[in-house]
């Protein structure tokens, strides 16, 4: 055992509620909060701007709600706000649009413990309230440093792979975003997330950190925006997964790249890797982009 090993702290995770769906919340999207969540991450695409549709990664706002209250019925009190985010992948079988009611659920699904901390994974779901279709599935993880969960319990999130070998090579294409100085106040509320961290300097540096970090979830949405308008004709509907590792943090301020390279093609869908970085280190990794031809 390491020297890192022998200082973590165990914590007991509260097995009643593995695979405990949370209650159902319900989410009534409008024009006008899918063109909030836009502006609020910088993408340009037209209809993601007027609010004709959801940009992928809007998916989290209407399950939010959902992904927290299952994590609270498993994970101790006393380290629930150190959560950060670990990984995130989204199934899509249809956009949003506005008008749609949408109803979500989540639950967790297992817990394991690492060398540098313990990851909690989460499964959610998101339907239309008036069809029942399946709008979307989640799988994500809660990253707590530091912590020792015990043995490992349940089951883990579908892996994301990290497709080195097609990364080899020159990617496709590059687009670059910057993340504004006020960017964190503006994603906080489009997003519904208040998390202290994002908007207070002094939580921040309480917490460890140098300060204010941006929302993992709004990077993740600007990499979504340069990929889409790259690979995928800026059309959200081609869109079928879409999945990331939040490797580093991001900070108001950063000028970020995003790097795309093609895997390969399976029953009319796309395969493409791709990666976040800002100066040199990657703050989203095993980036995975699955797009209907």
Sequence with gaps: MTEQDTTRTIHEFDRAGLNLWCDEERFEVTRERLAEYAAATNDPIDAHRSGDVASPVFAIVPVFDALMSPAVDVVPME???RI???????????PIRPGDELVSKGRVIGWESKSTGALVYIHLT??????????????????FRGVDAGPKVGEAIPEISPNTDAKQGEPIAEVSAHVDDDQTFRYAPASGDPVPIHLDEDVAKEAGLPGI??????????AGWGVLSQVADSDVSRVKRFAVRFSKFVFPGDDLSTRIWKVGTT???????????????VVLSNGVAEIAD
Excluded: K, P
């Design 126 to 143: 998101c339907h239309d309230d008036v069809t029942g279709e399946l709008v979307n599935e989640q799988y994500l993880s809660g990253f």
């Design 267 to 281: 029953d009319g869908v796309t395969t493409y890797a791709f990666e976040t970085i800002r100066d040199g280190d």
């Design 213 to 222: 970090i941006a929302h993992g979830l709004c990077t993740m949405a600007m």
């Design 84 to 94: 950060t985010h670990g990984e995130q992948d989204f199934h899509f079988h249809r």
């Design 79 to 81: 380290i629930f706000g």
